[in-house]
Structure formats: C-alpha cells, structure tokens
C-alpha cells in the first residue's frame, strides 16, 4: 500500500531558486527516505532522515521530519538544470520494506 | 560502488509469453525487491527476498512469480504476460534484512526494464 504522498505532484522552476516539496504518510516509521529519478532510470538515494531527526543536510539538499504531523519537506537550494528530476519520499515501518510515494516532478528551467 | 543491474532496459513481449527479468546485484545484500512503476501509481512492491529461496509477497503479487537461487541474483517471472503488465520494472538491493536484525535502509536501484506486452 502507498504509505507516503509528496506535494506537490509537479513543480516548475527558474534556476537558481529554491524547491520545496512535502511528503505525508499515514503510519508510525523508522525512517524516512527520498530518492530521486532522472526520466527513464532507477532510483537514485539522496537522504535519510531517522524518527528521532528533525532536520538534515547533505550539499544543497534539507530534510525536515515531523512526526507528530506525520510529514517531511525536501528542499533543494539553488537548483540547477541536473536537478530536473522526480523526487520520491519513502517510509518504513519497523522492517526492511519501504513505501513510496508518487513522487514530485521538478523542472528547472534555465 | 554498489552496482544493481538488469537484465534489459527494453523488452517487447506478446500476450501470453513467459517473460523471465533478471536482476543482479554485487554488493552481497541479503534484501532484494522488484517494483513496478506505472505513472501517477509511484512504486508498487511486487515481491521481495530477504535471503537466498526465501520470498514474500509484496502489495501486487497477482500475475508475477520470483526465483533467488543465489544471494545476487533475484528474477521476475511473468508467466503468461498480460497487456496490462506492460509497465516500467525497477530491482533493488539492500543490506539490513530480517537476518541483520531488521532495520529499514537504504535501498539501491537498477537501471529498469520498459516491458511492453503487446
């Protein structure tokens, strides 16, 4: 079942600026992950945030959690073309199978 | 690096065939999974292997079949392709199954395979 669902589903930007997106899920988690895709290819992992986390970086990418709303945000600063991507959230409960949203598609234009 | 690979990128079948998809991964992972992805659906969970003949159905199991006869490789099999099976098929590995005492991690991904049945 599709536990986490990112918002919103597309998303158009100038480069440069900021992109934020939003995930929320439905049930209790261990974790919370995001992945990217490029058209046409496999998943590529970018960030993992645990249950007791509130926020992380990694490069231009900032993760928040917050697990008494039961959501999280993405945000890419000072996007560039190569971040033209869909961006997926996943979730897991307390075991090895993670649920993922339908994604968010982003666009940066030049 | 770790590295997922499959066996296709691109594959067209007919109605009814059996259809066998490979996925190989090099990282000696104990967790293997095979999704399929279709648009505004995200990834849906088809079956997923936790160690080598050991398998568990995922959320969309109808129709599929899966082999892990060694700890690197993980099939799907299709065995009468249907056209509503026609979809993007994605693989990935991950350590941390229920034999490392079971944690959510990080899963790595294979390139995908477009089946069209036709």
């Known amino acids: 079942s599709q536990q986490g669902e990112e918002d919103p589903q597309a998303l158009s930007i100038q480069e440069g600026e900021n992109a934020t997106m939003n995930c929320s899920y439905k049930?209790?988690?261990?974790?919370l992950q995001w992945y990217r895709q490029n058209s046409g290819r496999g998943l590529v992992h970018l960030i993992l945030?645990?249950?007791?986390?509130r926020e992380k970086h990694s490069g231009r990418l900032r993760v928040t959690l917050d697990t008494s709303k039961k959501s999280s945000s993405l945000l890419i600063t000072a996007s560039r073309a190569a971040d033209t991507a869909s961006y997926f959230c996943?979730?897991?409960?307390?075991?090895?199978?993670?649920?993922f949203g339908a994604g968010t598609t982003v666009t940066v234009r030049a | 690096d770790v590295k997922v690979t499959q066996s296709s990128r691109y594959l067209v079948k007919r109605t009814g065939e059996k259809v066998f998809l490979e996925c190989v991964q090099d990282?000696?992972?104990?967790?293997m999974f095979w999704y399929r992805q279709d648009p505004g659906l995200g990834l849906r969970l088809i079956y997923f292997?936790?160690?080598?003949?050991?398998?568990e159905k995922g959320d969309i199991p109808e129709g599929y079949s899966v082999s892990r006869e060694k700890k690197e490789r993980f099939s799907l099999i299709l065995e009468s392709a249907s056209t509503n099976q026609t979809s993007m098929y994605l693989c990935?590995?991950?350590?941390?199954?229920?034999?490392?005492?079971?944690?959510?991690?990080?899963?790595?991904f294979g390139p995908g395979t477009r089946l069209t049945v036709l």
């Open positions: 990282m000696d992972h104990e967790n």
């Open positions: 996943a979730t897991g409960p307390n075991d090895y199978k993670l649920s």
């Open positions: 945030i645990r249950s007791n986390e």
């Open positions: 990935a590995s991950s350590f941390s199954g229920l034999a490392g005492g079971g944690s959510t991690d990080t899963q790595y």
């Open positions: 049930t209790s988690i261990n974790n």
């Open positions: 292997s936790y160690d080598v003949k050991m398998k």
